[in-house]
């Protein structure tokens, strides 16, 4: 069915180290893709999206590449730091401009 | 603060007890989607509108749940004799149709239910 794959946290890593949350979709044609982002005590925030294939959708220093080969949206982040632990969402929008989310990664950045 | 607010934040009932949940959208945002989440998971779809017409409810809305937005502006979601496989986190959220290109929607910050 159609669905949306995140890979397992928590995610911990150091201050400024390298970080990629992998997400992969199934869907019928190309949907439009996105990352929102929920800080503790906070309701969910857009991070970005992209609407079609090899788009790059990029915010604060992430960015995720819109992949139709691989049918995937891995976000990347080259240098986290202690405010970006949080828990990350990847979605992809379906009829109705619902959204179809997967279960959350949760981050953890140490100083 | 112009965002999207519920009420809500934190509901306690006890099984059996009917509870109401108020979602406030964006003013000038034409639709209304409400999800729940629960614990290590993602949100998922309930319901949603269009102004004031619902267009779309999920299988996972029994018939113990209803959603009104009757006059197109606020929305309640209602759960009648609640059970304890209802406690989860509600989301509300709001967007603008026409949106261009972004479909994006706008979250409020939940209404967690705890049902005893």
């Known amino acids: 069915g159609n669905s949306v794959t995140q890979m397992e946290g928590p995610v911990t890593l150091s201050e400024e180290a390298f970080l990629t949350i992998n997400c992969t979709y199934t869907?019928?044609?190309?949907?439009?893709l996105f990352w929102y982002v929920q800080y503790p005590g906070e309701g969910l925030q857009l991070l970005l999206k992209a609407t079609k294939a090899d788009d790059k959708g990029s915010n604060k220093g992430f960015e995720a590449t819109y992949r139709k080969e691989t049918t995937s949206f891995h976000l990347e982040k080259g240098s986290v730091q202690v405010s970006d632990s949080a828990v990350y969402f990847c979605a992809r929008m379906e009829y109705g401009n619902k959204l179809v989310f997967g279960a959350g990664t949760i981050l953890r950045v140490k100083s | 603060d112009t965002g999207v607010s519920q009420d809500p934040r934190h509901k306690i009932t006890k099984r059996g007890q009917n509870v109401t949940f108020r979602c406030d959208p964006i003013s000038e945002h034409n639709r209304l989607y409400w999800y729940r989440q629960t614990l290590g998971q993602g949100p998922e779809f309930l319901t949603y509108f269009q102004n004031e017409a619902q267009l779309e409810k999920s299988r996972l809305l029994s018939d113990r749940f209803s959603a009104e937005r009757p006059k197109g502006s606020f929305s309640t979601l209602e759960i009648q004799r609640t059970e304890q496989g209802d406690s989860a986190m509600y989301l509300c959220?709001?967007?603008?149709?026409?949106?261009?290109?972004?479909?994006?929607?706008?979250f409020g910050e939940g209404s967690r239910l705890t049902v005893l």
């Open positions: 959220a709001s967007s603008l149709l026409p949106q261009g290109s972004t479909g994006e929607l706008f």
């Open positions: 869907a019928t044609g190309y949907p439009s």
